[in-house]
């Protein structure tokens, strides 16, 4: 754990040799500040004029192509030095000192690499960050909601306690710390303030905050392996738009009292109407991870002047997610749905990996009966699902020599990935491996994996409802005690009991 003044001490040096960062951290000394109203939330409005270099950043593929990337190690200041800070599975980052300050200690953290900006698989990494530096907060700004260098991932982070969102959630927290809201029976429980429980993954709660603007969802955790499961189950369950990678958001980190604690504003658009209009409605403002904290920042004094809490609030909405998307993902994260058990393959011994324990490839096998593993022997394996969700999720388990395209011209083995959890069972003197899945969100693989994605959208609604109506009077037909059967070539079936055409495969949905 490092101390606050590490971090300060390393500003202090790059200020006393960059006269731009220290001329501009000056200014910020300087800068007119007013209070305005949203949704509840007192905020500030800061008149920056030396913001204007990230408000007016042009983001479009053509002009980053054209521009040498600012976060580069080749192409930074020479005055410009940085602290080394090391991710997860080898990933290095640069702490630097931003030379366009919206707070007087305000960080970049870049990745050594130019890779896009995303949080796949770095959300960790922004947990370890808050950990190592507990008075500071990190943040993240989506690929289209406030990066201005969309083309190289980089956090950002500052003190902690000086953004009023920070602070109003922070207070919350505190409040209801010690709490449980992991029982079954706490789903929808009010917690007597504007946080309203969600859903708990292991040691982790999820929260909706219900102020200042739509979309807002408060995560709380004592593990980073619990806040991850969670933190990727919320984003699987927000809309994508088509050609992104990701939902849009924005994300604050940091770490108090031995929780990792994260804030996640779901994003439409990085711009509102206002920053193209040529009325008297313009405002030069792009609203990044400072503005959606409530420290929001114009680089020009006429928009300062003419900014109130009616103009505020109708940019804010027109850039945050509307109250039915809101509804929407708050549905899908509280909904329930059966599990199904789709057999994957079976063999005399299984080669397997489960991500999560970095153990690598392992091998079960049969043996009298039973499943020999690790020098034991056992009726079962079962190895639990980080998420039942197959949207977003990462995978969590693979299996080596999965046979694809069964029965087909292209039939081929080939190592295989899947979300959900992994059971190896004994059947007819073999190995089953055997995914345990959401029902909906196993129909989501089946459709991507045997339609191709240029069908016509009608196609797919049918092949969807007939493959969700064969699955369920499957399930059906098992419970009532018609069916019996294995999990061999299918979902929870005898394969002798359905012709070939009727079974819903297993297809690699990647």
Known sequence: MRKRKDLDGFVN???SCWPLACSNFRALKGVQVKRLSVGGLDVEVQYNPARIVSSAAKTDEASLKARKCFLCRDNRSAEQNHIRFEGRKGKKYDILVNPYPIFPDHLVIALSKHQPQSIWRRYVDILDLAKAYPDHIFFYNGPKCGASAPDHHHFQGA????????????????????????????DGRETGCPLSYVASVQDADLFHYRKFVNGIFVLRSATPKSAAKLFYRLLDCAPVAEGDS?????????????????????????????????????????????????????????????????LLSEMLAEVTVTKETEDMIIRRLTRTQPLVEVGIMSAREIEFEIFSDGA????????????????????ELYFGAVTLSTMFAEPTFGLCGVTIGKEFHWERRENQKFAGALRIIVENDLLTAVNVVGLEDYLLSVISSEMKSSASLEFLKAHAVISRSWVMSRMTARQA??????????????????????????????
């Open 246 to 310: 990701e939902p849009g958001f924005n994300l604050f980190t940091y770490y108090k009292s031995g929780e990792y604690r994260s804030i996640v504003i779901f994003r439409t658009s990085h711009r509102s109407h206002h920053y193209f209009s040529e009325g008297p409605d313009h405002l030069m403002m792009s609203p990044g991870c400072a503005d959606m904290a409530g420290v929001l920042i114009t680089p020009m004094e006429e928009d300062f002047d003419k900014l109130g809490d009616a």
């Open 481 to 510: 005690g018609t069916l019996s059967g294995s999990h061999e070539a299918g979902v929870e079936i005898k394969s002798c009991d359905v012709k070939p055409d009727e079974v819903i495969r297993w297809y690699d949905h990647t």
């Open 360 to 379: 690598g490839v392992r091998k079960a096998r049969y043996r009298d009966g039973k499943v020999e593993y690790d020098g034991m022997l056992y009726d």
């Open 13 to 15: 040096d790059q200020l």
């Open 159 to 186: 003190g902690r306690g000086r953004m009023p969102l920070e602070n109003d959630v922070d207070g919350l927290l505190d409040a209801i710390k010690g709490m449980d809201f992991s029982s079954a029976d706490s």
